[in-house]
């Protein structure tokens, strides 16, 4: 018996000083990560035009000793970390595109870079706070090359570009990093990513079982008149006023038709072209806009009932209506039995008081690609400064991170890369 205690001493000694050594590991490299992301942001690229920022992030992760590709999806980057031991695959994945955006503060590391995006002369930003997305998986690559005693099984690194959208004409994105067999050779079992949200603060992650972002969908939408003067409207078809009618008419598909005690749904029209003149009565018009779900079924019967609607209101009026639909992105839909499974890492990570349940938000991401081949976890990661009264939202040019949030990131997929990885070996 003596003996037996003697033992399980000797083995809680090793395991705090295992645990004290990854923790001293992750508080180290703070200031490097630090550092990367004032770089990135200061440098920042737009989608799958990411060349530079993807070299150092495989300058990076060649450095660690990793297996490392380049030009997935044209600039993307993953990396592959074996454990000392057989298991399973996770990935883990950051995006690390800019968007165009011209940038509206005084940070000592602010964007300069200008360029052109389509026709339009711009700046470019990280105002989505991909640039700490970046810096946090590095710095997670670095952390857990040094304890591939402790990692059972595989972790693959994923950098993907174009998470914002590829340029028109082009593919990418993590469509593209799928096309290409980023979730093969090894097979990944289980997929994880997170998000800087400028809304909540340093310290807090947050989080939603089953679709935590919308599906993205754009529509076109082409309504045929029948020109005429604009001083006798009876000898014509005006497209105008059936636009209007089918605007009025898609609304009620959310009022009306759609159980949003279930998840929220939007249709918005964002943009109405037509006509020349103020006395002419044009003969076509064409409205573009977006709609965002956040349940499947009513994905369908959203697509369905304006399908429906607008044909049979533009036959209403004597003219004709097509619609179109281009889809941006799926659900982001955190898998149940997985996410439950990781909350006690995230728990773990943050503190139980500061992990919490949010509503599902209407944005959209394209890690929803991942999520549909394989079961993954989407979460946010709170990066406004404690006690700040203003916080700045994203895609804006005053859009702001406190850098100090980024430590809780590498702490979140460190511990769940494990304990995922060692409970399902």
Excluded at 78 to 91: E, F, Q, S, T
Excluded at 266 to 276: L, P
Excluded at 353 to 358: D, T
Aim: charged share 20%; with cysteine; proline share 5%.
């Amino acid at each position: 018996m003596k003996n037996l205690s003697v033992l399980l001493l000797i083995f809680l000694a090793l395991f705090s000083n295992a645990q004290n050594s990854m923790e001293s590991d992750i508080s180290a490299i703070e200031d490097k990560m630090i550092a990367w992301r004032h770089h990135f942001h200061q440098n920042p690229e737009l989608s799958n035009r990411e060349f530079k920022t993807a070299e150092k992030i495989a300058e990076h992760l060649k450095s660690l000793g990793l297996d490392v590709e380049t030009g997935i999806a044209k600039t993307g980057v993953v990396a592959l970390l074996k454990g000392d031991h057989p298991g399973k695959v996770i990935a883990l994945r950051a995006d690390i595109d800019a968007l165009p955006v011209t940038e509206r503060n005084n940070l000592p590391f602010k964007s300069e870079v200008k360029t052109t995006f389509l026709n339009t002369e711009t700046g470019v930003m990280h105002a989505c706070g991909h640039d700490t997305h970046i810096s946090i998986l590095m710095a997670t690559a670095e952390v857990l090359s040094k304890h591939k005693d402790k990692i059972k099984g595989t972790i693959k690194f994923i950098f993907q570009p174009a998470e914002e959208g590829p340029p028109p004409g082009e593919e990418g994105g993590a469509k593209l990093m799928i096309k290409e067999g980023v979730l093969e050779n090894p097979k990944v079992d289980a997929i994880f990513g997170l998000h800087i949200d400028s809304g909540t603060p340093v310290g807090s992650i947050t989080y939603k079982t089953g679709g935590i972002m919308a599906a993205v969908e754009r529509f076109v939408i082409d309504v045929k008149g029948k020109q005429t003067h604009g001083s006798q409207p009876w000898s014509g078809v005006d497209p105008i006023l059936i636009s209007a009618k089918i605007i009025d008419g898609l609304q009620t598909i959310i009022s009306r038709e759609s159980d949003l005690t279930n998840e929220a749904a939007v249709i918005t029209v964002g943009k109405i072209t037509s006509g020349t003149r103020f006395n002419i009565i044009p003969e076509s018009a064409e409205m573009i806009g977006t709609v965002r779900t956040l349940d499947p079924k009513m994905r369908v019967h959203i697509e369905k009932r304006m399908t429906e609607m607008v044909e049979t209101i533009a036959k209403a009026y004597g003219g004709e209506a097509s619609i179109t639909f281009q889809n941006f992105t799926s659900i982001t839909y955190n898998d149940p039995d997985l996410t439950a499974q990781v909350l006690p890492s995230l728990q773990k990570a943050a503190g139980d008081s500061n992990v919490s349940i949010i509503k599902a938000t209407t944005g959209g991401e394209d890690f929803s690609y991942f999520q549909e081949v394989v079961p993954g976890v989407y979460f946010f990661l709170g990066g406004m400064t404690p006690g700040a009264t203003e916080s700045f939202p994203h895609h804006t040019p005053d859009f702001k991170i406190d850098d100090s949030s980024m430590l809780l990131g590498v702490k979140a997929f460190t511990q769940l890369t494990l304990d995922y990885l060692n409970h399902n070996d």
